[in-house]
């Protein structure tokens, strides 16, 4: 008789295989942890800033290296039928899912006047918003589950997602507007997901929104019970799979009609770079008084988490 070991051993090296082949044509990828599902052909991607639950710099640089690395893998004509990711899906952990931009990392360019460094923080943050709206050029389906609270511009890149939904007890604010900011991607995303309006009042008010409320605005696919996003996840998968081609040709189709969002996000990058070197002193003492009150609050959550565990 053969052991369950013994059928669980080929997926187990498929699942090896795929991301070893990924991590050796994206290189190092700090931040991320890979994990793949043979069965339903899913690459989870688990992000995992190391200091604070923000996108950094090298967060977002690995996340555009798996993209490019499974879309060069896997994405020409020829690759398609054998291509093994079907789904691309993120997911967070801890008890926040993001704060949003790195408020640290944006005071040490400001301090330095690096105009380079925030051009190159914007153009990562908008290439990863390309790749997961045109599902690696038509190559899988992207989705996100959000588990936590969302803050900012963090909500940008699972919501650039074909495929988004929330654990009921999540919440989205974008606070940008109180410290004379805007976040970079989020104009383009929201207003394909949720229209114009309802996008401008959700940047405009700064005020938070229950995922349910969120729902109700156009911003996710759906919401779920606690602790059973990933398994929503899943079985999406599992149920797409058959007409996985059909489905990649509507997103596709959906993500042209829209506009040109590479053309879109392009300028919406250099205005970003423009409005963070022109933020005034008051302005940027605001901005450091929230970095370390986002410290504080850190300091306190994760206290209570790890005692509750």
Known sequence: MTSRAELAAPALQESCEVIDA????????????????????????????????VFTLQLLDSLVKIQTAIASLWGAPDQYRRAPVRFLAFRGEGPFFTLGGDLDFYLDCLAKNDRAALAEYARLSTEGAIWNSNGLNGLVVTLATIHAKAIGGGIDAPRSCNVMIA???????????????????????LSRRMGQRAAEEMLLSGEEMSASAFMAAGGLDAVVPTGTGEAWIRKYCADALPSHAARTALFSAFNRRSGDLREELGYLGQIWTDCM??????????????????DRMLSRVYQRHLAAV
């Open 167 to 189: 654990e009921e007890q999540a919440s989205f604010v974008y606070p940008e507007i109180k410290f004379n900011h805007f976040p970079i991607t989020a104009v383009a995303i």
């Open 22 to 53: 990924i991590r050796y044509k994206a290189g190092f990828l700090p931040e991320v942890e890979l994990a793949f599902e043979p069965d339903i052909q899913t690459l989870w991607v688990t992000i995992r800033p190391e200091l604070k639950p």
């Open 277 to 294: 070197l022109r933020l005034t002193p008051g302005a940027i003492s605001k901005l450091q008084r929230i970095a370390q009150t986002q």
